[in-house]
C-alpha cells in the first residue's frame, strides 16, 4: 500500500522556537495532504488540510499564522509550528487521503512534540 | 451535533468474550466508513473499512453499516489481550470539495486476560 513517511518522530524544543515537521508520500503522489492533532486520551482533531499549489486551508479554531502549512511538492507538506509554547505540546499525525472510492487513508508515523 | 461519535468507554471485557463498539455519525452523505487502532504514542493502523450496508467479515472482526440509521459498529470476536487499544470510528465527509476523514473520539478498550 501507499506509504506516507512523517518526520521527526519526536522532538523537544525550548518555548519561542519553532519546529518543522516533515510529510513524505513514498509512493504516490499526494496532492492533499491532512494535518491532525492528538492530545492525550483525545482523538485526531483535524488541524488543516494542505494543498499542492495553493494555500492551505484551515479547521476553525487554528491560528494559521501559528502553524504554517506549506505543500512545496506533490510528494512533500509540512507543518511549522512557530513560537512555540507548552500548550502546543501534542502528537501531530499527517495523513493522506484516500487515493480513490473504496480505499483508506493512509498515516505517517506520527511526531510527539513537547515544548519545555 | 459532533460530525462522529462514538461511545468513549472505557470498555472492558474478558480474554475471549465479544467486544462491540458503536459509532454513529451526523452527515448522512457519507459514503465510507472506516475502523481504525491506535496504540498509545502510535499512528492508527487500519483495522477495517466498510461501504455497503449490512455485515463485513474479516477474522475476529465484524463491521456493521446502517445507513438509515448512520450507525457503523465493529465486533471483536474472541477478544485478546494484545486488542486493548482506542478504537476509532471514522468517516469520510463530503460536505467539501475534496475528501475529508473525520475521526470520532474513540472507544478505550481493555481485555483482561
Known amino acids: 500500500g501507499a506509504v506516507v513517511s512523517q518526520h521527526p518522530s519526536r522532538v523537544i524544543c525550548k518555548s519561542g522556537t519553532s519546529v518543522k515537521i516533515e510529510c513524505r508520500s513514498l509512493?504516490?503522489?499526494?496532492?492533499?495532504m491532512f494535518w491532525y492533532r492528538q492530545f492525550p486520551k483525545q482523538s485526531l482533531m483535524l488541524m488543516a488540510t494542505?494543498?499542492?499549489?495553493?494555500?492551505?486551508?484551515?479547521e476553525q479554531g487554528v491560528e494559521k499564522d501559528k502553524f504554517l502549512i506549506n505543500h512545496a511538492s506533490l510528494t512533500l507538506s509540512t507543518l511549522t509550528v512557530t513560537s512555540a509554547h507548552p500548550e502546543d505540546s501534542s502528537f501531530y499525525i499527517c495523513?493522506?487521503?484516500?487515493?480513490?472510492?473504496?480505499?483508506?487513508?493512509?498515516f505517517g508515523q506520527g511526531t510527539r512534540l513537547t515544548v519545555v | 451535533q459532533k460530525e462522529v461519535e462514538q461511545n468513549s468507554g472505557p470498555l472492558s471485557v474478558p480474554e475471549g468474550a465479544i467486544a462491540s463498539l458503536n459509532c454513529t455519525y451526523s452527515?448522512?452523505?457519507?459514503?465510507?466508513f472506516f475502523w481504525y487502532r491506535q496504540y498509545s504514542g502510535k499512528s492508527p493502523e487500519l483495522i477495517m473499512f466498510?461501504?455497503?450496508?449490512g455485515d463485513k467479515e474479516d477474522g475476529r472482526f465484524t463491521a456493521q453499516l446502517n445507513k438509515a440509521s448512520q450507525y457503523v459498529s465493529l465486533l471483536i470476536r474472541d477478544s485478546q489481550p494484545s486488542d486493548s487499544a482506542t478504537y476509532l470510528c471514522?468517516?469520510?465527509?463530503?460536505?467539501?470539495?475534496?475528501?475529508?476523514?473525520?475521526f470520532g473520539p474513540g472507544t478505550s478498550l481493555s481485555v483482561i486476560p
Open positions: 471514522a468517516v469520510i465527509s463530503v460536505k467539501t470539495s475534496y475528501d475529508k476523514v473525520i
Open positions: 495523513s493522506a487521503p484516500p487515493l480513490g472510492a473504496n480505499t483508506e487513508a493512509f
Open positions: 452527515d448522512r452523505g457519507s459514503q465510507s
Open positions: 466498510i461501504y455497503s450496508n
Open positions: 494542505s494543498n499542492e499549489g495553493s494555500k492551505a486551508t484551515y
Open positions: 509512493d504516490f503522489q499526494a496532492t492533499t
